[in-house]
C-alpha cells in the first residue's frame, strides 16, 4: 500500500489484516518503486492518486510496465467519474474514493488478489505447456512432429548429411540449427548458405573464397564460407537452386572433403558436416536433368519431410500461445488472448506459409492490438474475409470423418482440461464453451476429467 496519510495506512491495514492480509505499506513513489523491484510476489497494489513526490497515474503506468500480472487499485479523496475511467483505461484492476466503506475495500481487495493468483497461475500453466511441446526452439504436440524430434535425437551425433524437405514455412533451418546444437559440433559454427538469394556468379566465390589477383578486382584474399564452417556445420538452404557448376564442385567437397579456393595451386582440406534443406520435390528434378543425381545420392544419406501446418492444426493453439507471448516481450505489449472467432478463423485457414505465415499473423495482431485482446479485425484481409480456403489435412482413401472430427476435438480439450488442472470452468473459459456444453461434449467423448 502506498499512501502518504498514516490514518488510512493504519485503518487499512487494520481492515484487511482481520482478513488474513499481509500489508507492507509506504509513503511515496519512490518507495514503491523499491517494493516493487523487490523480490516479493505481490498479489495487490493499493495506490494513492495523490503523492508526494509524483502523480500516482505515471506510478501505475510504471508499475504496469513492471509487474502486468499485478491488480492495481487506486486510493483518492477526489473521486470523479473522470479520474475513475482514467485510471481503468491505464490498467488498474478498480478504483475507490476516500472516504471508503470498510466492507467495499474488502470486496474489491478479494476480488484483485484472486485476479492477479489467477494470471499468475495461468502464465505458469501456458509456460509448463509450452514446454512441455517444445524441443529446442521448434514447438508441437503433433504425433508427425513427434517423429521429427526422434529424428533429430537419432541423427544429431553423427557425421552423415542430412536433407531436409517441406514446404516453405515448415521450420527446416529450426530443424537444421537443432541437429547442429545437439551434435558434437555444437562448439563450432553453424553457417546458413541461402543460394536463392546470391546471384550464381557470386555463389562460387562465397562458398570457395578467392586468392588475391585470382580475378580482376581481387585485391585482397578471401576466406569462403566452406573454409568459415571447418570444424562444425554447414546448411545448404534451398539447396536445389545451386547452379550446375557449383553443384559439381559441392560433390568433390563431399567425397574427397577438400576444396580449391578461386585461383588457388593447391587444395584445402575442410571437415565439416553437410546439411541441406528443400521446398522442392528434388526427386523430380534429378529425373529432369535440373540436379545432379550423383549430388543428390550424396545429399539424402538421411533424410526428414517436415509436415505442412494444415497436417497438425492440433499445434496451431500451442504455436499461436508461443508467439503471443514471444511479440509481446519483443513490443512491450501485454496482450493477453485471442477472440474466440480468431481462433475458430485461425482453425479454418489452410495456412500456405506453414508456422511462419502463422507468426506473422500473431506479429501483426500484437502489434495492432489496443488492449488485451487480439480481435478478427487485426487478422489480414485473407482471414478477415472469412472467404480463405478450409484447411484441408492430406487424407487417405477411406477417412472416417466424423472420427476425425471426435479425435481432434477430443484432443482440443484433453489440452485444456490439462492447462487447467481438471476445472472445467476454467477449460471452458480457454475454448471459448459454455460450461455445461463443455460438460456434454466431455461425456460424449469420454475425455478423462483429471489434470495431467
Not at 505499506?25 to 495506490?47: F, H, K
Not at 560433390?251 to 578461386?262: A, H, I, S
Amino acid at each position: 500500500m502506498i499512501d502518504d496519510e498514516p490514518v488510512v495506512v493504519d485503518v487499512l491495514r487494520t481492515v484487511l489484516g482481520a482478513q488474513g492480509y499481509e500489508v507492507t505499506a509506504g509513503a511515496d513513489a519512490a518507495a514503491c518503486r523499491r517494493l516493487i523491484d523487490s523480490d516479493v510476489a505481490w498479489d495487490l497494489l493499493l495506490l494513492d492518486v495523490m503523492l508526494p513526490d509524483a502523480d500516482g497515474m505515471q506510478v501505475l503506468e510504471w508499475v504496469r510496465e513492471a509487474r502486468p500480472e499485478l491488480a492495481v487499485v487506486m486510493i483518492t479523496a477526489y473521486g470523479t467519474i473522470a479520474s475513475a475511467v482514467t485510471a481503468m483505461k491505464a490498467g488498474a484492476f478498480h478504483y475507490v474514493a476516500k472516504p471508503f466503506k470498510n466492507e467495499e475495500v474488502r470486496l474489491i481487495v478479494a476480488h484483485a488478489v484472486q485476479t492477479t493468483r489467477l494470471r499468475r497461475e495461468n502464465q505458469s500453466l501456458r509456460q509448463a505447456l509450452d514446454d512441455q511441446h517444445k524441443f529446442e526452439r521448434i514447438v508441437g504436440k503433433a504425433r508427425s512432429m513427434q517423429e521429427v524430434y526422434r529424428f533429430i535425437e537419432q541423427v544429431a551425433p553423427s557425421r552423415s548429411t542430412v536433407l531436409i524437405q517441406g514446404e516453405s514455412g515448415t521450420g527446416k533451418e529450426l530443424v537444421a540449427h537443432a541437429i547442429h546444437r545437439r551434435s558434437p559440433r555444437a562448439e563450432g559454427p553453424l553457417i546458413v548458405v541461402n543460394s536463392n538469394s546470391i546471384p550464381a556468379d557470386l555463389l562460387e566465390d562465397n562458398l570457395f573464397g578467392h586468392m588475391r589477383g585470382a580475378f580482376t578486382g581481387a585485391n585482397a584474399a578471401k576466406v569462403g564460407l566452406l573454409e568459415t564452417a571447418d570444424g562444425g556445420t554447414i546448411l545448404f538452404d534451398e539447396i536445389t537452386t545451386v547452379a550446375p557448376a557449383v553443384q559439381a564442385k559441392l560433390l568433390r567437397v563431399m567425397q574427397e572433403k577438400e576444396f580449391r579456393p578461386l585461383g588457388a595451386v593447391d587444395s584445402r582440406k575442410v571437415d565439416v558436416r553437410i546439411l541441406a534443406a528443400t521446398n522442392e520435390d528434388i526427386r523430380r528434378l534429378v529425373d529432369e536433368g535440373a540436379f545432379r543425381e550423383d549430388l543428390y545420392y550424396r545429399l539424402n544419406v538421411l533424410n526428414i519431410t517436415l509436415p505442412p501446418l494444415r497436417e497438425r492444426i492440433e499445434d496451431l493453439p500451442l504455436l499461436a500461445e508461443h508467439f503471443l507471448r514471444q511479440y509481446n516481450t519483443e513490443n512491450d505489449k501485454h496482450v493477453e488472448r485471442m477472440a474466440p472467432e480468431v481462433i475458430e478463423r485461425l482453425l479454418a485457414y489452410s495456412w500456405p506459409g506453414n508456422v511462419r505465415e502463422l507468426e506473422n499473423v500473431i506479429e501483426r495482431g500484437v502489434v495492432l492490438a489496443r488492449g488485451a485482446e487480439i480481435t478478427p479485425d487485426l487478422l489480414p484481409p485473407e482471414l478477415r474475409s472469412g472467404t480463405a480456403p478450409p484447411a484441408t489435412p492430406g487424407l487417405r482413401e477411406g477417412v472416417d470423418l466424423a472420427r476425425a472430427v471426435s479425435d481432434f476435438e477430443r484432443e482440443l480439450i484433453d489440452a485444456a482440461m490439462k492447462q487447467a488442472g481438471g476445472v472445467q470452468k476454467k477449460a471452458a473459459r480457454l475454448l471459448g464453451l459454455k460450461p455445461t456444453t463443455l460438460n456434454e461434449k466431455i461425456k460424449r467423448l469420454k475425455v478423462r476429467a483429471e489434470p495431467g
